[in-house]
């Protein structure tokens, strides 16, 4: 195992660069894929090493649940341990499994209140709500209960007034394009790996922001004007509300407009290339090929840690 265990902790580190440029250099769909598929690795590897550590560090404590025969000098002799680096990692496993599942907690509870309080509304794909005094508009995420297995989209009476038919069109387009791509799961994954290791904050944060330039993309092609999008999240931002009783309390937390500035000036420049990666020698091809080196440095980093432990414990159980 050695040093190499520890690498998986730091490695996130590699990702900072990219999750600036993705939102840049690459088209939001595949910055999104990317960013939150970079993330998820870094932090299971993080977490994975994390656990190694306790169970090496921990091996001589009392209780722990290894094989008598670890004690043996000969087997600890294999591999290099740190007690107090061992028992370190116990509380952060605790706090990562913690923070995690209460993330985890937290978005099943939110759906599930959202989905009640459209309860005995028309199960139709948009819903519209009498609301005149407050405008908003959300992408319910599918499931079981009122939001239906595909979702729905649900936007207020006062935001539909605000804006004229392109722009409804365009605002209705954009939260579709949330459903349609199931955004929630990217952005649930970037969260997770942001709560396994503070260093993927970033990446969450990156996430966040493309995953709104992906859906406003999608908008634009649906509409066939960009400026059409970005006039409608101009209007949508500004005559925004802050979340009143009943059912918009329970959907206020699918509201992400991300930075609004930002989102406009993309749509109001040019269409971003899809699927095409920048070149190695630029800074983004430079910053995507170190995240994805990273990621695979992690990968292979704590599947040695994992085989050679599993190899000595299998040794012990013998002896």
């Given amino acids: ?32 894929r990317l960013l939150a598929a970079v993330g998820g690795v870094l932090a299971l590897c993080s977490t994975l090493c994390l656990m190694l550590l306790m169970v090496v560090g921990t091996a001589q404590l009392p209780g722990n649940p290894l094989p008598d025969a670890w004690a043996d000098p000969e087997v600890r002799a294999v591999l290099p341990y740190d007690e107090v680096v061992g028992q370190a990692a116990i509380p952060l496993l605790v706090a990562v499994a913690g923070a995690c599942a209460h993330l985890v907690w937290r978005h099943r509870r939110v759906r599930v209140r959202a ?35 595909h979702g729905r989209v649900v936007v207020s009476r006062a935001m539909l007034d605000t804006l004229d038919a392109r722009e409804r069109a365009a605002l209705i387009a954009h939260e579709e394009a949330h459903l349609t791509a199931a955004h929630h799961r990217f952005l649930l994954v970037a969260g997770l790996a942001a709560r396994a290791n503070p260093f993927l904050r970033p990446l969450r944060t990156a996430v966040a922001f493309t995953t709104e330039r992906w859906a406003d993309e999608e908008a634009a092609r649906t509409v066939g004007d960009r400026r059409t999008v970005a006039r409608a999240i101009g209007k949508a931002a500004l005559v925004s509300r802050p979340a009143g009783p009943g059912a918009v309390t329970a959907l206020a937390p699918f509201a992400a407009t991300g930075p609004v500035p ?7 420049g040019p269409v971003p290339p899809a699927g095409a990666l920048p070149p190695a020698w ?10 994805a080196g990273g990621a695979a440095v992690s990968a292979l980093s704590s599947a040695n840690a994992t085989m050679t432990l599993f190899t000595v414990l299998r040794a012990a159980t013998v002896l």
């Fill in 1 to 32: 195992m050695g040093v190499f265990v520890f690498l998986p902790l730091v490695l996130p580190l590699t990702a900072w660069p990219i999750a600036r440029l993705a939102e840049q250099q690459l088209h939001p769909r595949a910055a999104t």
């Fill in 115 to 149: 989905a009640r309080a459209l309860t005995g509304l028309p199960a139709d794909r948009l819903t519209v709500l009498p609301d005149t005094q407050r405008a908003y508009a959300y992408a319910l995420p599918g499931g079981r209960g009122a939001a239906g297995p």
């Fill in 262 to 268: 930002r989102r406009v000036a993309a749509l109001l």
């Fill in 282 to 291: 630029t800074a983004a091809g430079l910053a995507l090929w170190t995240a």
